[in-house]
Structure formats: structure tokens, C-alpha cells
């Protein structure tokens, strides 16, 4: 089991900056390639970044590339996100995701492990 803990969420104005973490306690963290994904109101959750279980390779989605930057520091089980030029269509509650492998993943059910969430609220 591996128990992940996400905090860093706020209310920020549209342009603004926040970087998200993700605590992971349990097994562990460094046999896990890590997702980010998040779900606004009235939508499906949607996939927002991914990295290896070694950090060597990184997966953005198009709507948030060269905005977002997802970083791991296996020393601190922890994941990142920090979120730059931030925009009032990011508001959602942010989830990491753990997965029990090598390589990194846009879809939801190759997930094994999820958050509770943090709420990002930009306004305008």
C-alpha cells in the first residue's frame, strides 16, 4: 500500500504561481512512476503530468505544457508540481496518482494509488 498526501492548493490570481506536493508514505516511493491529474467541476478527472520511476522522462498534457513542470525527490518520497502562468480554466482539485511501474502513464485506471485531492482556484 502506499499512501499519498497532496497539499500546496490555494487561491491564486490568473498569472500567479503554485507548486503542489504529494507526500508518499508505505511501500516504497521509488518503485512508482507518478501522475498528476486533476478534475474541474462538472468534468471527468483529466490527466495533467507524468514521470518515470527514474524522473528521466516527463509527459505533459498540450493544455498545460510549458506552464507545469512535475519534478520527484525520491530522498523526500515526495512529487511536485509546480504550476507557472496559472489561468482561470486550471481551478479543479489536483490529484496525484502512484503507479507500480517503470514508465509513466496518461490514463486513469493505470493507477494503482490516489490522493484526497487539493483545490486550485484561479481567479481572473
Known amino acids: 500500500q502506499v499512501q499519498l498526501v497532496e497539499s500546496g492548493g490555494g487561491l491564486v490570481q490568473a498569472g500567479g504561481s503554485l507548486r503542489l506536493s504529494c507526500a508518499a508514505s508505505?511501500?516504497?516511493?521509488?518503485?512508482?512512476?507518478m501522475g498528476w491529474f486533476r478534475q474541474a467541476p462538472g468534468k471527468e478527472r483529466a490527466f495533467v503530468a507524468t514521470?518515470?520511476?527514474?524522473?528521466?522522462?516527463?509527459y505533459y498534457a498540450d493544455s498545460v505544457k510549458g506552464r507545469f513542470t512535475i519534478s520527484r525527490d525520491d530522498a523526500k518520497n515526495t512529487v511536485y508540481l509546480q504550476m507557472n502562468s496559472l489561468k482561470p480554466e486550471d481551478t479543479a482539485v489536483y490529484y496525484c496518482?502512484?503507479?507500480?511501474?517503470?514508465?509513466?502513464?496518461?490514463?486513469?485506471?493505470?493507477?494503482?494509488?490516489w490522493g484526497q485531492g487539493t483545490q486550485v482556484t484561479v481567479s481572473s
Open positions: 514521470i518515470t520511476r527514474s524522473g528521466s522522462s516527463t
Open positions: 508505505g511501500r516504497t516511493f521509488v518503485g512508482y512512476a
Open positions: 496518482a502512484a503507479r507500480q511501474s517503470t514508465y509513466y502513464s496518461t490514463s486513469n485506471y493505470a493507477y494503482d494509488y
